[in-house]
Structure formats: structure tokens, C-alpha cells
């Protein structure tokens, strides 16, 4: 759980969480940061990357 995991390394949670209920893509907003979790299908159909070029990106392959 991204939620829990970020809580025990940062002492923070989320501010808003989107996208629970179907969870093919649930976005989590940490204020300064926010995070996509989705299926690799998913992400494929959105290209955040391309999306979002411009911005900061970091990717963590395992939490």
C-alpha cells in the first residue's frame, strides 16, 4: 500500500487519493508531489510522459 508505505518514510499522507474504487489508475496528491499508480496498459493508453514532458519525473519501479 503506496499510502502506508509514504506514512512510515515520510510521516505523511496523502491530501486527496483519486480512482480507488476501479483501480486502474489511482492518483495520490501529497501536495508537492503526486503520484500515479496504474497498470501498465493503463499508463501505455495515457503517455503521462509525453503528457507531462516538461515536468520533473521520477520513476520508482519497486516500493
Known amino acids: 500500500n503506496i499510502q502506508k508505505r509514504v506514512k512510515e518514510e515520510a510521516g ?4 486527496h487519493v ?3 474504487r476501479n ?5 495520490l496528491d501529497f501536495f508537492t508531489t503526486v503520484v500515479h499508480v496504474f ?3 493503463t ?3 495515457y ?3 509525453q503528457l ?7 520513476e520508482y519501479e519497486t516500493l
Do not use: H
Open 43 to 45: 499508463r501505455s493508453f
Open 39 to 41: 497498470y501498465r496498459d
Open 52 to 58: 507531462w514532458s516538461d515536468a520533473r519525473f521520477t
Open 18 to 20: 483519486e480512482g480507488e
Open 12 to 15: 505523511v499522507f496523502p491530501s
Open 23 to 27: 483501480a486502474l489508475w489511482i492518483c
Open 47 to 49: 503517455d503521462l510522459e
